[in-house]
Each structure stands twice: as structure tokens, then as C-alpha cells.
């Protein structure tokens, strides 16, 4: 059980780490905020990562994701990744790429495994090899060490612990890993956002390798990446029949900040202009939302308000609620219990939503 610093309520949903309520984050952030940025500057100094995105006047501009990083000689943007040597870029991410990659057999426990082709009937025969899941095939899925966001209770901040540049990879290592039973090829982490560019190269020359084999491109992503970029990876989905899943991780900017210590801004907006593709290609669904359920933090109000911002948009766009697990810094968190991850589907329900999924309930107790 952790005390609230300002409040001073106590409760098995108050995580000790961040030290703040869900309530005095929404209602006292003045007093808030210095308490979440010195929780976010201590969970990134374990791994030698600016507590801010860096803002040298000298620096190299950065305009991959919303970070909008200057990042000065010998120092990394927020992202961990992106160097500035000698005056230039350590890395070229149009041709490099630091991330691991490995065959996942299909159906996987992709977040929209439930509307994909990958693990459903949706997009056969045209963009995919059955008219159910494709057992026999695989899904190349790319891990992108990196990310743009900082969130305390990330299941996959492992990578962090070996963030070593002389383990990027070119595009051909990765082409070379699509053989006959690749069916989709899934970029996630970490986060593809800061690498996006990277994963636009690579699309492209799958795409245009791969003949009259079918192959999907999707991307699972905090969806942080730069607004330029919606339209080449809607355009590359599209074409594939691949799906963008963006996981929304509140609706509250003070509460993305507070959980994840960067604004949820570009995230909705990213969002909403996703969503303007849709009526190209309904089946499969080319747009994805997810939301971890985060017990103290997200729940039933704030999938409300997110079930609302995308039923207003098209409430045909399938959402996907996931069970929280305590995770890296957020251990002292509960897991989901059933019943709020039954008040959270209801929620989005009554807001509108038609295509509604509880993922993960293993987790749910």
C-alpha cells in the first residue's frame, strides 16, 4: 500500500514509484508535476537516458516523433537511439535500423489477432492464405529497441539494459528473414515510432520483392511518430492489408504524462487522421486501438472518454482492452480484476463502440 504525496491517501492502487493519486494528477497537477517528472528522471537514469527530451540550441534537430528533440554533441535524444556524432547522425534510419527481429507462428497473441488476417477470416482471400487463422504460417515481427515514450509499468523495458550501437542492423538482414511462410511482417518494441523511416524503407522493397505472395505490413505503435508520416504507413497498410494498432494510453494529457512522461497530443491526432483511410479498405481493419488497463490509473472514466473520442470518429474501429500485469516499476499495482475490466468494456459499449475486445484475461482475477 502506497501514500499519495499530496493527498496523502493510501491505497493499493496508488503506485509508490509515481507517488500520486489518479485524482491529484487531474485536480492538482501544479503540485503534481514536479513529483512526475522526478519519478520519470529517476526510472530513466537507471539506464543513462536524458530525463527530458534534450533541448541543445547547438544540437541536431530531430523531427521523427512529438519529442522534437535537439540533441547536442555526444548526447542521445529521448528516444535512446538517435546520436549525435561529430555533428551528424550515429545512425542512418532510412537504412539502419537498431531492433530484433524473429519468426512468431501464426495466430500470435497480436493485439488484433481477434480482427486480423492473421488470426481471423477478416481480409480472405484477398490478404490472407485462409479463411480463418493461418496456421502454418508466421509473422516476422521486428522489435525496435527503442521508444519514444517512458512508461513506468512497460512489460518489454528489458531492452533498455543493452542499448549498444553496434548491434544495428541494415534492411537487407531484415528483407532476407521474409521466406514463403512470412504472411505479415509487424514492427513494434519498445516502439517503431523514433525508427519509423526505417520501417517505411523496408516495407517498400518487401513489397516490391514479394511478387503475387501475399504479405501484410502492420505496425503497433504509441503512434507518437511525426503527422507527415501517417499517410506513407496508411498507404503501405493499405496496399498490404495490414493494420496499424495505436495504443491509447489515456485520454488526459496530465495522465499520459504521468504514466508514460510525454503528451498524448500527437497520439490523438495521429489517431484521428488514421481513421480518415478507413473507408478505403474496411476489411481488414485498417485501424487498430488498444488500452492497457491500468488498475488506480485507467479506468472506467478514462475508457470512457477514449471509447467516446473514437466512436465519434467511426465506431466501427474495433477496440481492444487489455489486462494490466505489474510490470517494471509498477509492481506494487494489483493486475486487473474482472470486475474492471467488465465495467471498462461496458463503458465503451454505451459510448458507442460496435467491435469491442477484452484482451489478455488470463491476467484478470
Known amino acids: 500500500m ?16 509515481l507517488g500520486v493519486c489518479r485524482r491529484c494528477i487531474l485536480e492538482e497537477w501544479s503540485s503534481a508535476r514536479s513529483l512526475i517528472w522526478q519519478a520519470h528522471a529517476r526510472a530513466r537514469e537507471m ?6 527530451p534534450p533541448r541543445d540550441p547547438n544540437g541536431l534537430p530531430c523531427n521523427l516523433c512529438i519529442n522534437q528533440c535537439q540533441v547536442g554533441e555526444g548526447q542521445v535524444g529521448y528516444c535512446g537511439v538517435r546520436r549525435n556524432h ?90 532476407g528473414m521474409i521466406d514463403r511462410q512470412t504472411a505479415c511482417l509487424c514492427y513494434f518494441g519498445g516502439d517503431p515510432a523514433s525508427q519509423l523511416t526505417f520501417t517505411l524503407e523496408v ?56 504514466l508514460c512522461g510525454v503528451s498524448n497530443k500527437w497520439t490523438l ?19 487498430i486501438a488498444s488500452t492497457l488497463l491500468v488498475p488506480g490509473y485507467i479506468e472506467e472514466e478514462e475508457v470512457a472518454k477514449l471509447a467516446e473520442f473514437i466512436a465519434r470518429i467511426n465506431p466501427e474501429i474495433p477496440y481492444s482492452l487489455l489486462a494490466f500485469h505489474p510490470q517494471f516499476l509498477m509492481k506494487d499495482l494489483p493486475p486487473t480484476s474482472r470486475k474492471q475490466a467488465e465495467k471498462c468494456y461496458e463503458a465503451a459499449r454505451r459510448a458507442g463502440l460496435r467491435r469491442i475486445h477484452l484482451g489478455n484475461i488470463h491476467l484478470l482475477h
Open 2 to 17: 502506497a501514500r499519495c504525496q499530496i493527498c496523502h491517501q493510501e491505497s493499493i492502487m496508488i503506485s509508490s514509484f
Open 47 to 52: 539506464f543513462h537516458l536524458p530525463p527530458q
Open 86 to 175: 561529430q555533428g551528424r547522425w550515429a545512425l542512418n534510419f532510412n537504412k539502419i535500423g537498431f531492433f530484433s527481429a524473429y519468426h512468431d507462428p501464426l495466430p500470435t497473441n497480436c493485439v488484433a489477432d481477434w480482427v486480423c488476417p492473421g488470426g481471423s477470416p477478416a481480409g480472405y482471400p484477398r490478404f490472407s492464405y485462409s479463411p480463418g487463422a493461418e496456421f502454418g504460417y508466421t509473422n516476422l515481427a521486428v522489435f525496435f529497441h527503442s521508444c519514444t515514450f517512458d512508461c513506468l509499468y512497460c512489460q518489454n523495458w528489458s531492452y533498455r539494459q543493452s542499448l549498444d550501437f553496434t548491434r544495428a542492423k541494415t534492411a537487407s538482414s531484415l528483407l
Open 203 to 258: 516495407s517498400q522493397k518487401a513489397l516490391q520483392a514479394k511478387a503475387e505472395r501475399k504479405l501484410r505490413i502492420c505496425w503497433e505503435t504509441n503512434g507518437s511518430f511525426h503527422p507527415r508520416l501517417v499517410e506513407p504507413i496508411a498507404a503501405l497498410a493499405l496496399e498490404s492489408g495490414g493494420c496499424i494498432k495505436i495504443d491509447l494510453k489515456a485520454w488526459h494529457e496530465e495522465l499520459n504524462l504521468a
Open 269 to 287: 491526432e495521429n489517431f484521428r487522421h488514421l481513421a480518415e483511410f478507413i473507408s478505403q479498405r474496411p476489411d481488414p481493419p485498417l485501424l
